[in-house]
């Protein structure tokens, strides 16, 4: 320990502090509890504690995720989807198109041997499940509302101090902050930051028929809308957007912003029938420099954070968590270089992939050029056509890696 450090304010010691109780970081707490009982971890949450069903959690929020199948299957994994399903609704189909233009392409369960090729769940449900669980979890710690405020690496520890004033030590820190993570850059880890000018607007639509499990995505002169089937008759909407567009359609009326989507989407989707609270993301690519450092580890958001345009986000931090807990699963030192190496070298590949495609995605179909139009309406009509070449598409979607 450096001798600067005053012993007694050495609150404890712990094997693990994840920073941030968010999605990735309270799911990544529960998943090691549940791998590895003999673990102590401490979580850093920078908002209070909340009581299940409390609104506006951070992380938490209104929004509604996709699960990819591979998804659905770690949460099967770690005991938490016999809860939440009952509050999940299955795609069974999904649609995509190009508006004004002949592409179109359509994915269907049935062809792979799946119930469904994902899941739709309100982030909320996940949130109340697992603050319910943590919070009876005796190897689990929970510091809110505090953060980080400085980080001292020594050979075999980090030391943490809080700026409440309380000091802990651990093998390994990971850092589960989202994008725009403070202990990031105290650990010396920039993050690359490229804006899109877009926005993505969310809400839940009400419909007035039934909506058959189908998930629709259509690319407007605007961005992609996407359409995802929820509980109770219900869409989740995720409309991306220029900025300025998305502040004027924060500004609408309930009615006057039904009325818009129906007109933005047509009837494919059925008949809106009202809209619930509504939420404005700005939307950009950031990508860490580095995925590890002396005993730290970087998870989620923290990590990559990408446009919603492909719903892969959530999906590709549950890859992490997974190489995390079994990694920390089969160690006598949680933040040992070898372990740190194995988690960057396995994880790697995997997030490039995932941040350049959607990045892709994002470009491509912003563009208003003929070219670009006939390429990616092409390129719809190739997969509309094609199995061999809709069957990659589809098991990525499902977030299953070859
Ligand atoms: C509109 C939209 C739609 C999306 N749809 C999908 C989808 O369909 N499928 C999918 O897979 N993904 C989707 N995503 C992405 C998904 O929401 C993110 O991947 C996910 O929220 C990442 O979780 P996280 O825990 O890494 O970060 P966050 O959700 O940002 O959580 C970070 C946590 O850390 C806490 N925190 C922050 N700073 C500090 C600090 N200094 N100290 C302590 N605590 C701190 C915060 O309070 C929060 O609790 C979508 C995103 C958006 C914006």
Redesign the pocket.
């Known amino acids: 320990m450096s001798a600067d450090i005053d012993e007694k304010n050495i609150l404890a010691e712990f094997d693990l502090v994840i920073?941030?109780?968010?999605?990735?970081?309270s799911t990544l707490a529960w998943a090691l509890s549940q791998a590895n009982p003999s673990l102590t971890i401490a979580v850093?949450?920078?908002?209070a504690k909340v009581e299940p069903g409390q609104v506006n959690q951070?992380?938490f929020d209104s929004?509604?995720?996709?699960?990819?199948a591979a998804?659905v299957d770690l949460l099967q994994q770690w005991h938490l989807w016999p809860t939440l399903v009952a509050n999940a609704c299955a795609i069974k189909h999904v649609k995509v198109s190009d508006r004004g233009h002949f592409g179109k392409v359509s994915l269907q369960q049935k062809d792979y041997a799946k119930d469904a090729l994902g899941y739709v769940l309100e982030?909320e449900h996940l949130g109340n499940l697992l603050r319910a669980k943590l919070a009876n979890c005796p190897q689990i710690t929970w510091f809110a509302p505090?953060?980080?405020s400085s980080l001292t690496p020594e050979q075999h520890w980090q030391l943490v101090q809080l700026d409440n004033g309380q000091q802990l030590r651990c093998k390994l820190l990971v850092i589960?902050?989202?994008?725009?993570?403070?202990?990031r850059k105290l650990a010396g880890i920039n993050m690359t930051q490229q804006h899109y000018g877009q926005s993505?607007v969310?809400t839940n639509l009400a419909l007035e028929s039934k909506h058959d499990f189908i998930a629709f995505e259509r690319f407007t002169q605007h961005g992609p809308i996407a359409l995802?089937p929820l509980t109770k008759q219900r869409y989740s909407l995720?409309y991306t957007t220029t900025d300025t567009h998305a502040k004027q359609l924060m500004q609408l009326s309930e009615p006057e912003f039904v009325e818009h989507m129906q007109q933005a989407f047509g009837y494919r989707a059925g008949v809106f029938s009202a809209c619930g609270q509504r939420a404005m993301?700005p939307?950009s690519l950031g990508m860490a420099d580095a995925i590890v450092q002396h005993r730290v580890a970087l998870?989620?958001?923290?990590l990559h954070n990408?446009h919603?345009i492909a719903?892969?986000?959530?999906?590709?931090?549950m890859r992490d968590i997974a190489k995390l807990v079994q990694l920390l699963s089969q160690t006598d030192d949680p933040g040992s270089y070898k372990l740190l190496r194995a988690y960057e070298m396995a994880r790697q590949e995997d997030i490039k992939q995932v941040a350049t495609a959607t990045d892709a995605l994002v470009r491509l179909f912003s563009n208003q050029s003929r070219i670009c139009a006939l390429a990616r309406n092409l390129g719809l009509l190739a997969l509309l056509l094609c199995k061999p070449l809709k069957h990659p598409l589809a098991k990525h979607a499902m977030g299953y890696r070859s």
């Open positions: 920073a941030g109780g968010g999605m990735a970081g850093i949450e920078q908002q951070a992380s929004r509604s995720i996709a699960l990819a998804s982030v505090t953060t980080i589960a902050e989202g994008g725009a993570s403070a202990s993505a969310i995802l995720v993301y939307l998870l989620g958001n923290s990408l919603p719903g892969q986000g959530f999906n590709l931090a």
